[in-house]
């Protein structure tokens, strides 16, 4: 697989279900990948990365953008309170805002930088006790509670359950997202972006297809 193997597959999810061409948001996970791979889709023009740790994205992404222009970084993985800070200077996107304290202090650092990210709520569909994520059955009252902080909330985001069918849960993030009338569902992975595309993601999350398996992590 390459990038362009993942694009072409996109594209023709996209017309085979209707959705517009350009309409899905391919983001390529790159965590724990040699830089040199990452630098190579960066030469092939793409710009929108996603990042799992504050950490190794500190490391490595304010490199890059001296080298490159209009990065678009996306963090994706679980965020501690302690790294919010950071997270909001280097990323133009968090997918995982899932608890009551961490979207206020998004809205206090938003104030102090004059700036925030887009923001997506991680939902944990399969309600999975090690996953993180806000239940479903609070989804509509979290979601009320960031609009009243005036958060960007662009959309929604899961990680369906490895043992189950993706499909099952991509269908209920759309059904939340709509009833909340967000347009936002980042959703699909390697193994799965195909569906989650034909029922609705505007953000696919896609590592180990385009960078080969990761090495360690
Ligand atoms: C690692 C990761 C991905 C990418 O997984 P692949 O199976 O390699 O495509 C997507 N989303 C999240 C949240 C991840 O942690």
């Known amino acids: 697989m390459s990038l362009s193997d993942i694009q072409n597959r996109i594209s023709k ?3 085979e279900a209707g959705r517009a061409a350009g309409s899905v948001k391919l ?11 990452v630098r190579a889709v960066l030469e092939e023009g793409h710009r929108s990365f996603g990042e799992n ?10 490199g890059f953008r001296e080298d490159f222009d209009g990065i678009d ?5 679980p965020l501690q309170s302690n790294k919010v800070r950071q997270a909001m200077e280097l990323a133009e996107a ?5 608890r009551p304290k961490l979207a ?13 990210p887009d923001l997506f709520i991680q939902v944990n569909t399969g309600e999975e006790e090690q996953k993180a994520g806000v239940m479903p059955r ?25 043992d189950e069918a993706p499909s099952l849960h991509f269908a209920l993030l759309a059904k ?20 989650a595309i034909a029922l609705g993601a505007t953000h696919v999350r896609v590592g180990s297809a385009i960078f080969g398996e990761r090495v360690s992590g």
């Open 13 to 15: 999810v996209e017309a």
């Open 27 to 37: 983001i390529a996970v790159s965590k724990v990948q040699p830089d040199a791979r």
């Open 53 to 62: 740790r504050v950490q190794e994205a500190a490391g490595k992404w304010p």
């Open 73 to 77: 970084l996306h963090i994706i993985g």
């Open 94 to 98: 968090i997918h995982t805002v899932d």
């Open 104 to 116: 206020k202090t998004i809205a206090r650092l938003a104030q102090e930088l004059g700036r925030c």
């Open 138 to 162: 609070d989804a509509d009252a979290f979601i009320a509670e960031c609009r009243a902080l005036d958060l960007p909330i662009k959309g929604l985001m899961c990680i369906p359950p490895v």
């Open 176 to 195: 939340i997202a709509a009833r909340n009338d967000l347009s936002g569902l980042s959703m699909g992975m390697s193994g799965d972006f195909e569906q």
